[in-house]
């Protein structure tokens, strides 16, 4: 692929500004590319988007995945939980995000969550969610739980639409949880997340987000699972690949940050910089700290 060329120097009424940098050219990211950075053993990066700005940054500082998440609920919203969100918003920021990665040619796996209430009712509910989030820009849509969303997960990826799994602590049924609890720590949990992410894997997700689960159960089933890449959210560093929110990574929370978050903005002089150090950090496998994660 040729370079983008670089843009001419340019006059202001405060002198000559330098031309612009090119931007960077890396392969789009699919599915054969997250599966060929698995078998490479090099870690998929993974970062929260829900405007095209931060979507456009995230992508130039070489991010593979953008995940809109419904964690913006809380994020942008100010809501005590995701609970509340809905399609609709759902739908609005996939569409900004996605317009941020075409302005800039961008090449980031887009990841949509499909919200609370939107992919329970019945199969066919979850392929009409699933189809709009699609339209506005995703590349794939997620979705939370084991047991019974696995006929849901085959329904979909027969229809053409790859789907991303999530378990551990789930933030659409935290009141259910008992609250922002890890998952797992018990001999019998633990068999039953395993085996809810064996189902998932055989009902055709490619994608499982293990969220606040014991280190040594996250790399046991990144072990076991050869066709569905794991990325850990306070899970340690056993799996395939890590995912952050972008404002907790920025060190901007309405809430308490969690202790596995590392602020990679208090070293750096920008938000891009920041982005940079947190995939170097990934790709280097000196974060996340697994002394943060013994749950």
Same mark, same amino acid.
């Given at each position: 692929?040729?370079? #983008?060329?670089?843009? %001419?120097?340019?006059?202001?009424?405060? @002198?000559?500004?330098?031309?612009?940098?090119?931007?960077?050219?890396?392969?789009?990211?699919? =599915?054969?590319?997250?599966?060929?950075?698995?078998?490479?053993?090099? +870690?998929?990066?993974?970062?929260?988007?829900?405007?095209?700005?931060?979507?456009?940054?995230?992508?130039?500082?070489?991010?593979?995945?953008?995940?809109?998440?419904?964690?913006?609920? /809380?994020?942008?919203?100010?809501? %005590?939980?995701?609970?509340?969100?809905?399609?609709?918003?759902?739908?609005?920021?996939?569409? #900004?995000?996605?317009? @941020?990665?075409?302005?800039?040619?961008?090449?980031?796996?887009?990841?949509?969550?499909?919200?609370?209430? #939107?992919? *329970?009712?019945?199969?066919?509910?979850?392929?009409? #969610?699933?189809?709009?989030?699609?339209?506005?820009?995703? !590349?794939?849509?997620?979705?939370?739980?084991?047991?019974?969303?696995? %006929?849901?997960?085959?329904?979909?990826?027969?229809?053409?639409?790859?789907?991303?799994?999530?378990?551990?602590?789930?933030?659409?049924?935290? !009141?259910?949880?008992?609250?922002?609890?890890?998952?797992?720590?018990?001999?019998?949990?633990?068999?039953?997340?395993?085996?809810?992410? !064996?189902?998932?894997?055989?009902?055709?997700?490619? /994608?499982?987000? =293990?969220? /606040?689960?014991?280190?040594?159960?996250?790399?046991?089933?990144?072990?076991?699972?050869? !066709?569905?890449?794991?990325?850990?959210?306070? *899970?340690? +560093?056993?799996?395939?690949?890590?995912?952050?929110?972008?404002?907790?990574?920025?060190?901007?929370?309405?809430?308490?940050?969690?202790?596995?978050?590392?602020?990679?903005?208090?070293?750096?002089?920008?938000? +891009?910089?920041?982005?940079?150090?947190?995939?170097? *950090?990934?790709?280097?496998?000196?974060? %996340? &700290? &697994?002394?943060?994660?013994?749950?």
């Amino acid at each position: 692929m040729n370079p #983008s060329p670089t843009a %001419p120097a340019s006059a202001t009424p405060y @002198g000559t500004l330098p031309p612009a940098s090119p931007l960077p050219q890396r392969r789009p990211v699919s =599915l054969p590319r997250l599966q060929q950075l698995r078998e490479s053993g090099e +870690k998929i990066t993974m970062l929260t988007a829900y405007d095209a700005t931060f979507a456009a940054v995230a992508d130039a500082a070489g991010v593979e995945c953008l995940l809109v998440g419904d964690s913006l609920g /809380m994020v942008c919203q100010g809501l %005590p939980s995701t609970v509340g969100v809905t399609l609709e918003t759902m739908r609005y920021h996939t569409e #900004s995000v996605s317009r @941020g990665l075409h302005r800039v040619q961008g090449t980031a796996w887009l990841i949509a969550d499909l919200p609370h209430g #939107s992919y *329970a009712e019945s199969r066919e509910q979850a392929l009409r #969610s699933a189809c709009q989030l699609m339209q506005a820009g995703a !590349h794939m849509v997620k979705l939370e739980g084991g047991g019974w969303t696995a %006929p849901t997960v085959k329904f979909l990826v027969e229809r053409g639409i790859p789907v991303c799994a999530h378990l551990g602590l789930t933030p659409q049924t935290v !009141h259910a949880l008992g609250g922002y609890r890890v998952q797992g720590k018990t001999e019998a949990a633990a068999r039953t997340l395993k085996q809810h992410a !064996h189902e998932l894997q055989d009902a055709g997700a490619t /994608m499982l987000v =293990l969220e /606040m689960v014991p280190a040594w159960l996250s790399a046991e089933l990144t072990s076991e699972l050869h !066709h569905c890449h794991t990325i850990g959210i306070g *899970a340690g +560093k056993g799996t395939a690949g890590q995912v952050l929110v972008l404002h907790d990574m920025l060190g901007i929370n309405l809430g308490k940050i969690p202790k596995f978050v590392h602020n990679f903005m208090q070293d750096a002089g920008n938000v +891009k910089a920041a982005i940079e150090a947190y995939v170097q *950090a990934v790709k280097s496998d000196t974060f %996340p &700290d &697994d002394k943060l994660h013994a749950w």
